[in-house]
């Protein structure tokens, strides 16, 4: 059964940004791509517990603020050292200018 | 400033799997939460956006000088007017190499990807550093930033050993170091305190690099041996000696004196103000709070991250000179008391120290 969350607004981030949400006990990232569509991912890095939120966003890659591990935020993939694990994406939506991501 | 030292001494234990190690671990001290300053997302953004240019300048005339400087001191080989240029291409082959090595490590150095790759393999090869070893020992030195046991990069060890650090000037013992890594690596072998910070799968890249590089200085100790000249070796290989002052000259400054075992980079890295020179073979390094703080900011941003943040740091060091005339007196104590450390004094505008993270059991003196 899907569970549609709201995670900020429309908004609420920049072009080609990322911010933080968290909800029951989890923590995400939320981002808007320079195409303005949006996506989410697990909030922590792979590699360390870093919030990527406080990381730069660049085209279609988050790069965490401690080591510089980039990701593919759109498809989750790591993309080399020092990160190796892929990360979590979820679905995302855009409904009367709330952003919605998809848990569980 | 203020110093604060403990009663008794106690020996550290620097092994990566060793006790000291494991007690990081057990006191939440390894992969620590750290301190770092408050900065509007608006303005951290900013300071962390990638840029081409000023890499390419700097790499431009870092790489051009180094092949004038060259092509002089080849030119006038065999006279003493060869010694200058030598020393010259020496300085930005042994030292600017490590800050070179250090930012495109980090990737922040260029905008474009290969142009980080690029620059860091070359980097690395005239430092003697394994590429991969190196990237990953970097990555924990920034996790557990002089957390004994766990910073695989810590300079200056409690109780410092000077014999070591003037050696040092010289690139000696990390030549030496770095030669034994280098054939146990081509020989197939990741030692056990190299696989506690590299992941199993970078291992085999460990040893293929390694293999590459010997057979680099193989064929330039053939060339030597062939044309009975040591000119070959002064081009690739002895500058990491000849020309490894600088790059500990200011490396030192990072850390030395300062406290370990702490999880805020205020008390455990120095900024030092230096000449447009140093800061041009150094990459800005000389920022050095500001750079553990935020690892992504690139070196040119960091002049404007320091005057962003300076109100919550302790003052920088005014000069190397400065920083030199605080770091020794500090390492001659720690020869008769290890746990002896600078604690710099924070300016009014700063948020304290969380001395709840930082307690030490200290009898605080003034000097």
Redesign the interface.
């Known amino acids: 059964m899907s569970n549609w969350i709201e995670a900020c607004t429309f908004d609420d981030i920049?072009e080609e940004?990322v911010m933080r949400f968290d909800h029951a006990g989890r923590t995400f990232a939320i981002y808007r791509s320079p195409d303005d569509e949006f996506f989410a991912t697990d909030g922590l890095c792979t590699?360390?517990?870093i919030h990527l939120a406080?990381?730069?966003v660049?085209d279609e890659i988050i790069?965490c603020?401690?080591?510089?591990g980039?990701f593919n935020y759109k498809t989750g993939e790591a993309k080399g050292?020092?990160v190796?694990v892929n990360l979590k994406t979820y679905p995302v939506k855009v409904e009367a200018g709330k952003v919605l991501i998809q848990l569980g | 400033m203020n110093t604060a030292a403990l009663a008794a001494p106690t020996k550290r234990d620097y092994s990566l799997i060793g006790r000291d190690s494991r007690l990081a671990v057990e006191s939440g001290l390894a992969?620590a939460q750290w301190y770092h300053t408050d900065i509007p997302?608006?303005q951290?953004?900013e300071l962390?956006?990638?840029s081409d240019g000023p890499a390419m300048r700097d790499t431009a005339i870092w790489l051009g000088s180094m092949v004038i400087l060259a092509g002089l001191g080849v030119y006038f080989w065999g006279t003493w007017l060869c010694v200058p240029f030598f020393l010259a291409y020496g300085v930005l082959y042994g030292s600017a190499s490590d800050s070179r090595w250090h930012e495109c490590g980090?990737?922040?150095a260029f905008k474009t990807r290969w142009m980080n790759d690029v620059v860091y393999q070359i980097a690395c090869f005239m430092i003697m550093r394994n590429p991969?070893t190196w990237?990953?020992s970097h990555?924990r030195h920034?996790?557990d930033t002089v957390i004994v046991g766990r910073d695989p990069e810590i300079a200056v060890m409690r109780p410092p050993d000077l014999l070591r650090v003037v050696l040092n000037f010289f690139g000696i013992l990390d030549v030496w170091h770095a030669s034994g890594d280098l054939v146990r690596n081509t020989l197939g072998n990741v030692s056990a305190e190299e696989k506690t910070f590299i992941?199993e799968?970078?291992q085999p890249r460990v040893v293929q690099i390694a293999r590459i590089w010997a057979a680099i200085y193989a064929v330039t100790i053939a060339l030597s041996i062939h044309t009975g000249s040591i000119m070959p070796l002064v081009l690739i290989g002895l500058p990491r000696l000849y020309g490894a002052w600088h790059h500990v000259l200011t490396g030192l400054l990072q850390h030395g004196g300062l406290a370990d075992n702490v999880t805020d980079h205020r008390l455990n890295s120095r900024t030092v103000l230096m000449n447009p020179v140093s800061r041009f073979i150094y990459w800005n390094m000389n920022y050095h709070v500001e750079h553990h703080m935020?690892?992504?900011v690139p070196y040119h941003a960091l002049p404007q991250l320091h005057a962003m943040i300076k109100h919550d740091l302790p003052a920088a060091n005014p000069s190397i000179l400065h920083g030199y005339r605080e770091m020794l007196p500090a390492f001659l104590r720690q020869l008769r008391n290890e746990d002896y450390f600078i604690k710099r004094e924070l300016p009014p505008t700063a948020k304290p120290y969380r001395e709840e993270f930082h307690n030490e059991p200290v009898a605080t003196a003034a000097e």
């Open positions: 920049d940004d590699h360390e517990h406080d990381g730069l660049m790069e603020p401690k080591h510089n980039r050292a020092p190796c | 992969a997302r608006k951290m953004k962390m956006k990638r980090h990737g922040t991969v990237r990953w990555t920034h996790t992941p799968q970078e935020f690892p992504m």
